[in-house]
Nanobody, 120 residues
C-alpha cells in the first residue's frame, strides 16, 4: 500500500480558485497514473481529471477549461488547480494513484479526501 495525502481543500466563493495537492509516499518503483475524483452529496464518485506518467491528461467535460491537473514527478505529487468554481463543484475530492512496486503486484491507492465547498 502506498499512502497518499491530499491537502488544499476549503471554503471558497463562486468564481474563486483553489489548488489541491496530493503526495504519494513510501517505497515504490514508479507512479503510472495520478488522478482526482470527487463525490458530491447524494451522488456517486466521479472522475475529475487524470494525468499519466508521460503527462497525458484527461478531464471530465464539466471541468474542461476551468481545472488543470499537473504533476511533479520528482516529488511524486499531483496538483489540481481549480478556477471559476461553481456551487456544483462542492464535493469531497479524492486523490488516486496507480503504479508499480519494486517487488510484488502493482498498487493503487486512494487518499482520505479533502472537502471543497463553493458557497457565498
Amino acid at each position: 500500500q502506498v499512502p497518499v495525502v491530499e491537502s488544499g481543500g476549503g471554503l471558497v466563493q463562486p468564481g474563486g480558485s483553489l489548488r489541491l495537492s496530493c503526495a504519494a509516499s513510501g517505497s515504490f518503483r514508479s507512479i503510472i497514473l495520478l488522478g482526482w475524483y470527487r463525490r458530491a452529496p447524494g451522488k456517486e464518485r466521479e472522475l475529475v481529471a487524470t494525468i499519466s506518467s508521460g503527462g497525458a491528461t484527461n478531464y471530465a467535460d464539466f471541468v474542461k477549461g476551468r481545472f488543470t491537473i499537473s504533476r511533479d514527478n520528482a516529488k511524486d505529487t499531483v496538483y489540481l488547480q481549480m478556477n471559476a468554481l461553481k456551487p456544483e463543484d462542492t464535493a469531497v475530492y479524492y486523490c488516486y494513484t496507480r503504479g508499480a512496486m519494486v517487488l510484488g503486484p502493482p498498487f493503487s491507492s486512494w487518499g482520505q479526501g479533502t472537502q471543497v465547498t463553493v458557497s457565498s
